[in-house]
């Protein structure tokens, strides 16, 4: 190999300069392009190997001069054009033109229920809107994050490192 990616064995770059203390994410929007592309990730439409390759076939003055993640988000873009799941015309308005495209997976309500997972935070007593939305009063509820295995909602084909998250009320949830 000897594409721009392939920069350990060219010389004229530099050495690698790393950064004392660096945080995970230099700005927010990185993390938003993280999360993205996870989520991206479960509908399976591309491997990792594919995803890989849409970075390394980056035009050389793009690759020099982006950054980690503003290479994941062109490469996100990319990817999604491909599929169709976006148009280009979507892409340059900043918002969808036509409907949404159904992605092959997804997780069904039942398939959903049932699933064993742990708290990762008590976040507090709030107000319960399946109550309020119907008028029946604001009647306070303890609100949890639980954190669920992929393998716990997708069986042991999914990835084993993958985990989701969520915020669940405690009417919504049963003691095991």
Known sequence: MNGIHDLGGMQGFGPVESETNEPVFHNAWEGRVLALNRAMGYARLWNIDMS????????????????YYAKWLLRLEDLLIERGLIDADEL????????????????????????VGTIECVRGCHVFPDTVAIGAG????????????????????????LTVSIEAFEPYLEAI
């Open 92 to 115: 340059a308005a900043g918002h969808g033109r036509s409907p949404g495209k159904l992605l092959p997976r997804k997780l069904a309500d039942l398939e959903a229920r049932g699933r």
């Open 138 to 161: 604001e009647n306070p509820q303890w609100l949890y994050t639980l954190r669920f295995a992929g393998r716990e909602l997708w069986g042991e084909s999914a990835d084993p490192s």
């Open 52 to 67: 890989r390759a849409a970075i390394e076939k980056m035009p050389p003055d793009l690759y020099l001069t982006r950054s």
